[in-house]
């Protein structure tokens, strides 16, 4: 598949077969993307955060390491990382992520608006989004007291992650559309499926 982009503050959907690697790149820098997966068979298999962190026993993951559905199946596998830190804590940005913590009187739709249309053809609706691997969120946390910090993400301009499906998978992705997770500046996010 030739390099496909998601615009600033928007997202898209697309269908994985198993075998199949994922290339998600930031060619601007320091811009995150969200990222969910459902399985094809059944959209109630998600990806889950709990499960893909309980089992590697840390929260920050990268090459080597795989994300897990809610059936405690693997559904992608890390096998590239030029970064090496994303989050998988935070849900995606929202509607009411730009009223609650940005006080914007009429916001954005977000990350999860943006999630809901691109997914709206697959019959996943708000409900059923799921926690997102952000891929690039540079998300700091204090071992001690437990406080999060969302910073500017640490890649730069041509990093990419690469993901190999391990099984069909329906995925939406976004260019993320909150100030704090991108350093204040809304950029594309550009992906390419082969295999």
């Not at 940005?102 to 999630?115: A, I, T």
């Not at 704090?180 to 809304?186: D, I, L, R």
Request: hydrophobic share 40%; aromatic share 8%; with cysteine.
């Amino acid at each position: 598949m030739s390099l496909q982009i998601i615009p600033p503050r928007s997202g898209a959907a697309f269908e994985l077969t198993r075998g199949q690697t994922l290339t998600v790149i930031d060619p601007e820098g320091e811009q995150v993307s969200d990222l969910v997966a459902f399985a094809r068979e059944d959209l109630d298999e998600a990806i889950s955060s709990g499960r893909s962190l309980d089992y590697a026993s840390r929260i920050f993951l990268t090459t080597g390491d795989p994300l897990y559905s809610n059936r405690s199946r693997i559904m992608l596998e890390i096998v590239e990382d030029t970064v090496g830190r994303h989050d998988f804590l935070l849900t995606p940005c929202s509607a009411d992520t730009f009223r609650i913590i940005y006080g914007h009187e009429h916001p954005h739709r977000g990350c999860h608006g943006n999630l809901v249309a691109a997914l709206e053809p697959w019959g996943i609706g708000p409900d059923r989004i799921p926690i997102a691997f952000n891929i690039f969120m540079h998300v700091d946390v204090n071992g001690t007291t437990g406080e999060l910090k969302v910073l500017p993400p640490k890649s730069k301009a041509g990093d990419r992650i690469v993901l190999r499906a391990e099984m069909d998978l329906v995925v939406g992705l976004t260019a993320c559309s909150a100030e704090q997770s991108n350093n204040y500046a809304f950029k594309p996010i550009h992906y390419r499926i082969d295999g």
